[in-house]
């Protein structure tokens, strides 16, 4: 055996002879798996409950009796985002941001219904999902296994006896860091099953998987480097698990915390009561269709007249009021859209700021990855916001387009004082059937693998930060006086 | 390894100075060790022959002058030299989980030399130790049991260089006796050994030299002559009272 395998060998069978290392490692490995399958379950419980939901409101959409189109336009539609297959494995902000719309015409609602809001205050401690095990539990144990692997044979002084049967500090390093890597790797086994079983799953695609498999086995690998490294540059074992606790409380629990503050005091984004009042206030100035006196929707309906070449609206061969009706969820949709893009710049700019402090930190960088693959991070609900925006205005200027052609005007002015006005400007609930069922159309996979790969060239620039550092410290041990 | 090289000798000193910070600990010693020879150095507390050894295997760099194993100079190249030197402590160091036997096994696992069961049994023995401590757990050995187990070790290194720091310190009268014939061994061998050691009775009686470290050189070397070899009372007085340098 060589002397790699040796030293290696001898550090493992040294874990394994300590009941509170074997305890903690049995611990995370059951932590993972159990994780794992709840997170599977949880996950497919989700699917199932929004798919139900989805085909519920549909039908009930559907089998709307005869009405009004406009009853329609306000009566609403339902839609809820389904989860892409690697949210069983990282749910990202899925559980923060909601998942279920509510769309009408004349506003864009936000998603609601994020199950942090609906559950108990547990949920809030963070899900014990298998992203969170990896990230923040598994390097603490990598810590506890790995901080003593140098710096307790320098303590004992095993250390000079080891490196006087001509042993490289190098070699010794890379036995200490073997045993670490197999640790990690037993720690990834779980892990990685998940990731398979995710990888079997309908929908799921192999570039993101692939990617979240790599970029978690080189943040474990890092963890191990790390640890190793540290160990071989202090004293006294003491000091190495003091310093790597520092390290992991920072960079795994600290930052990743208060990046979203600092991202969010560098670009701050309005409330939600301050963006709705200014929205408000330029809803007013745009203009009242309803006041004939408008400005704005007196030149409307000039140009439609025009248009038709008629002089009165009542002479036009459609409903002027539901001309009026698209006009008017065209102008609104337009400034909502404008506010939507403008919030969504200001993400966009934040997230920059993430990536920023992403630098700081291999956790943040870790995290980034694994959600931007997983299409769980920002990027995926703005996606699904994007197609459910685009989903309402379609099926409400349907339903307007529906009320200018359906209906005539004088029922639709009628119809308030005239009942059988009213009964004819109602029309058949075969228009509902009509209308299109909200899909969402996933990301493609090679998009996902782009959001995440500037985190993982981040993961790559961190593991080459310690494996750099590795030679020169070997160099010191090598040449220690105790 | 170029053993057979002229400047190959096992051990050449020459003019080594070493620096601790500003304190200057060997400030030109000088000291070659030729194969097959017995070299003990005495001095009293804090002379520096510890820190001699350290220079020699590596361990703290020369200021100036030089240090060859061999004829390789281990602070450019220490792995090299290390593997030429078989190195008793000061304070034995070993793993405590480990059994006397498995230590062993570890050690010479490290160095890549195979020795048989009957072989490792055999350096027990003759360091000393008793049978059924052979696959106990050192955790509970006595200092002197821990020494019997280094000296096996270093036994079992079959290197041209061996370097002894305070090799009796923990031995009982016997063990002692036991230990000075093993130097007899290593001397057929063909090994060098430099023996640091307070032991005046067991240098003179083992030792081909004897040199005085004081102030960071050799202030006075004695080589065994005759029957009697040594006049150890005139040993004894300088070694109480060294002179200064
Ligand atoms: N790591 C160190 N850092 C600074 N000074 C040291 C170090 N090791 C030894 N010294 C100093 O170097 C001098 C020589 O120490 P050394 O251990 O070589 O003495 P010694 O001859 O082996 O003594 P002893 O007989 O007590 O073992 C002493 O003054 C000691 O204080
Ligand atoms: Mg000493």
Redesign the pocket.
Known sequence: MSALTLIARDELWLMRRSRVSVIAAALLIVLVVIAGITSVAHQSNVADTRARLQAQVDEEFDNQPSRHPHRMVHFGHFIFRPLPPLAAFDPGIDAFTGNAMFLEGHRQNSANFGDVRQSSILVRFGQLTPAFVLQTLAPLLIIFLGYGAVARERGAGTLRQLFMQGVSAGTLIAGKLLALATVAALIAIPAMSVLIFVAAQPGAAAGPIALTAAGYLTYLALWSIIVVLVSASVARPRNALLALLGLWSVTVILLPRIAPDLAATAVPQPTRLETDLTLQRELRAMGDSHNPDDPVFAAFKQRVLRQYGVRRVEDLPVNYKGLLAVEGERMTSELFDRYASEGFARQARQSATMDAIGTLSPAVAMRRLSMAAAGTDLAGHARFLDQAEAYRYDLVQRLNRLQADAVSFEDDAAKSSDTAAEQRSRIDPHHWHAMPDFHFAPPEPGDLVRRASPAAVMLLLWLLVPALLLAPAARRLEGV?? | MTYHEPSGLPLLIANLVVD??A?R??NGLDLSIRPGEIYALL????????????AIMGF?PPASGEVRVCGVAPGSAPVQARRAIAYLP?NVALYEHLTARENIQYFLGISSERRTNAEIEAAFNAAGLQEDAFNRRVAGFSKGMRQKVAIALALLRHVPLVLL??PTSGLDPRATQDFNRLLGGLRERGSAVLM?T?DLLSAADTADRIGF?DAGRIVQESVAEGPDRYDVRALHRHFARPVAA
């Open positions: 006086r105790s | 601790y910070g304190h600990v060997l001095g009293g507390n804090g002379a520096g022959k510890s820190t001699t050894l350290a703290v000061e720091d305070e640091v307070h470290l």
